[in-house]
């Protein structure tokens, strides 16, 4: 158990070390500090947007490959109307910040996506 003392004693000597070893030719401490800051919260922003870019792909993708490899008109409307009510529901959540008019657009959009892959799909051949 340390106490606030040798707490502080201990962050400054680490301070002092980090300054010297900075100091000579490169950045200094705070500099140091800032870049390390912001290389984590650049690795932590781009995981995010890979987390959703692989979640729209896979929100396409999979209800795509459902209606194609069951190609009935039931299966097809339920799949539709089960993946759109579901990514409202995930935009609804995850959309904390915008108004209601870019969820109910973002869906629309989506939904769209989806009834033209059905209405092409229905379409008979030859």
Same mark, same amino acid.
């Given at each position: 158990?340390?106490?606030?003392?040798?707490?502080?004693?201990?962050?400054?000597?680490?301070?002092? @070390?980090? @300054?010297?070893?900075?100091?000579?030719?490169?950045?200094?401490?705070?500099?140091?500090?800032?870049? *390390?800051?912001?290389?984590?919260?650049?690795?932590?922003?781009?995981?995010?947007?890979?987390?959703?870019?692989?979640?729209?792909?896979?929100?396409?993708?999979?209800?795509?490959?459902?209606?194609?490899?069951?190609?009935?008109?039931? %299966?097809?409307?339920?799949? @539709?109307?089960?993946?759109?009510?579901?990514?409202?529901?995930?935009?609804?959540?995850?959309?904390?910040?915008?108004? *209601?008019?870019?969820?109910?657009?973002? @869906?629309?959009?989506?939904?769209?996506?989806?009834?033209?892959?059905?209405? %092409?799909?229905?379409?008979?051949?030859?």
């Amino acid at each position: 158990m340390f106490g606030t003392d040798a707490e502080a004693k201990a962050v400054q000597a680490l301070q002092r @070390t980090l @300054t010297t070893y900075c100091s000579e030719d490169g950045p200094s401490y705070q500099e140091w500090a800032a870049s *390390n800051a912001r290389s984590k919260k650049q690795k932590t922003d781009f995981r995010i947007r890979l987390l959703i870019a692989a979640s729209a792909g896979l929100a396409l993708i999979v209800p795509m490959l459902i209606m194609t490899l069951h190609r009935t008109k039931l %299966t097809s409307l339920l799949t @539709t109307s089960f993946f759109v009510i579901a990514v409202a529901i995930v935009l609804a959540y995850v959309m904390e910040d915008a108004q *209601n008019k870019d969820i109910v657009a973002a @869906t629309a959009a989506y939904a769209a996506v989806l009834v033209v892959f059905v209405g %092409t799909a229905m379409t008979p051949s030859g």
